[in-house]
């Protein structure tokens, strides 16, 4: 697509309503070759990953001192807007033996004097979701790996520009989704590949977490001004923010990026449509009036406390995706995969219904205890088998965040592709926008755009790759929980 069907197609989304969108989603142009530029892209092998961390706030000082712990790979520099935060991580680097990056910056536009550097391989940008499509464009500008927290990006817009700019600089750019890299994730993934679920056809994914008292804390988020301690300013945190301006479902790919790999979207299967509906806000105003007595007790929330949306795929399954964050409900991001032989699913725990013949009526019922000990061990994926045991260690998320890490700088060790890429980022990403033009439409349906421009026919289906440790120069002798991450994670109410 050049740049005037991408403006065309933009044109038709945002402002020409949603009959336009049918019409610009027609929009599709292959190139003269059998698959998309960057899919299956690999770079040469770097032998030391040398990483700039770019926002250490609550998940990037956990970042930074995960990405420390994985063999070969070593933080060279960090940005942040506050000095503070950028001095506690080089504390910590000293106090852990780590050699201690100079290249820091305590500004906004740090970031593009680290991107500029020679000195930095990768750019791993924790920074507020305004700030991730800009900070991986000038990364790739620059010839740095672009590897982004969630969600990868917020407009179309920016999703296009991101997958023009790494097929443009030859750069890979990653969405660091790391439910992708749960053990249960990853076991259902192995399972889906190994046919034991049949032909899939339904997914279910979410994020459903009780945020409010996040979402309201004093020290919690700085505001988009960038006042440090937002509420003390009179100003909303910049996640708040969002809520507070925008419908939809903002926070899409926690549980869609697991269920879009078990579909193989991209590669082999398609986003086509979807139909988004939102319900009323109450819990955020409900919670804030119950609470507080300043300016918080009557700020107007626009995010509905529950966003559903529809996802219909190219080749005819369905996917539910949800998003709840402010209602009173325990944490789940459903994470369930439904096959012509069977069902698999998360939460509150992990649990299989399986047909041994057709029609023997076995999936009425889960499987046993005894029967689901011999799944595991037997669909376990391979990364778990050889690093299981250090990523529960490690900790983080239950220890998939230390997993992804381990993974992305293995593949960059390596020469290998990296697991996920610029069009997974923008496809799983562009429900941001996506979801909001349905709400605000009735729920009527919207075109999924096709950033791989056809490629996604061809290409190859997602794989089960492991890591070999011994191609790793070094061992996990330093690897323990941190405590200050512990803390953070147990005061969202999560697993360390
Ligand atoms: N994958 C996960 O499980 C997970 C969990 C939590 C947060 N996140 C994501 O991580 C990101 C950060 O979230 P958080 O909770 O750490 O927020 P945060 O506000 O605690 O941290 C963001 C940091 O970025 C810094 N920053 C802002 N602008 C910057 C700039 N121009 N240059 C350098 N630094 C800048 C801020 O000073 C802050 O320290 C978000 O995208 C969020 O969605 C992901």
């Known amino acids: 697509m050049n740049g005037t069907d991408r403006r065309e197609f933009l044109k038709g989304t945002v402002w020409m309503g949603l009959a336009a969108v049918a019409a610009g989603c027609t929009h599709e142009r292959t190139f003269g070759f059998s698959g998309a530029p960057m899919q299956g892209f690999a770079m040469k092998p770097i032998k030391k990953v040398r990483v700039a961390c770019i926002g250490v706030g609550k998940r990037g000082m956990s970042a930074l001192r995960r990405i420390s712990l994985v063999p070969g790979t070593e933080v060279v520099a960090i940005a942040d807007l506050f000095q503070d935060r950028v001095d506690r991580e080089r504390k910590w680097l000293k106090d ?23 000195e930095v391989d990768v750019v791993y940008n924790v920074t507020p979701w305004y700030m991730h499509a800009p900070v991986c464009k000038y990364a790739m500008e620059h010839g740095k790996v672009a590897l982004t927290d969630v ?25 660091l989704e790391n439910c992708c890299y749960g053990d249960e994730e990853m076991m259902m993934l192995n399972m889906v590949k190994s046919g034991i679920l049949g032909e899939i056809v339904h997914g279910e994914a979410a994020y459903i977490h009780d945020q409010r ?12 001004q960038g006042d440090k301690d937002a509420f003390a300013a009179g100003r909303v945190g910049w996640t708040l923010a969002y809520y507070s301006k925008y419908s939809g479902n903002q926070y899409p790919t926690h549980g869609l990026g697991p269920v879009a790999k078990y579909m193989d979207i991209n590669r082999g299967d398609n986003f086509d449509f979807l139909v988004s509906l939102e319900s009323k806000q109450a819990g955020y105003r409900h919670y804030a009036r119950e609470l507080f007595t300043d300016f918080r007790r009557d700020l107007e929330v626009r995010q509905g406390d529950m966003n559903l949306s529809l996802i219909r795929t190219k080749l005819g399954r369905s996917i539910l995706l949800e998003l709840a964050t402010s209602l009173p409900r325990p944490y789940s991001r459903l994470n369930l995969v439904s096959g012509t032989k069977g069902t698999a699913m998360g939460f509150p725990d992990f649990r299989v219904a399986l047909e041994r013949k057709t029609g023997d009526g076995k999936a009425h019922e889960f499987l046993d205890e ?39 700088s293995y593949c960059l060790q390596n020469g290998l592709p990296l697991d996920n890429d610029v069009y997974d980022l923008a496809a799983w990403s562009s429900m941001v926008e996506l979801t909001r033009a349905s709400v605000e439409n009735r729920s009527r349906p919207v075109d999924c755009p096709d950033f791989t421009r056809g490629a996604w026919k061809t290409a190859n289906g997602f794989t089960i790759d492991g890591i070999d440790l011994r191609k790793l120069p070094g061992d996990f002798s330093g690897a323990k929980r941190d405590e200050e991450v512990d803390k953070t994670a147990r005061s969202e109410g999560l697993k360390s």
């Open 151 to 175: 969600p990868g990006c917020l407009t179309l817009d920016e999703c296009w520009q991101l997958v023009e700019t790494s097929e443009r600089t030859q750069i890979p750019c990653m969405m």
């Open 213 to 224: 008292n996040l979402q309201y804390s004093s020290d919690r988020y700085h505001s988009l």
């Open 370 to 408: 005894a029967e689901m000990k011999e799944l595991k061990g037997k669909y376990r994926h391979p990364i778990w088998k050889v690093a299981g045991d250090v990523a529960a260690k490690v900790g983080g998320h239950g220890g998939m965040d230390f997993i992804m890490d381990l993974r992305w």
């Open 96 to 118: 852990h033996g780590k050699k201690v990056p100079t290249l820091t910056f305590a500004d906004p536009e740090g970031y593009k004097r680290i991107c500029e550097s020679d």
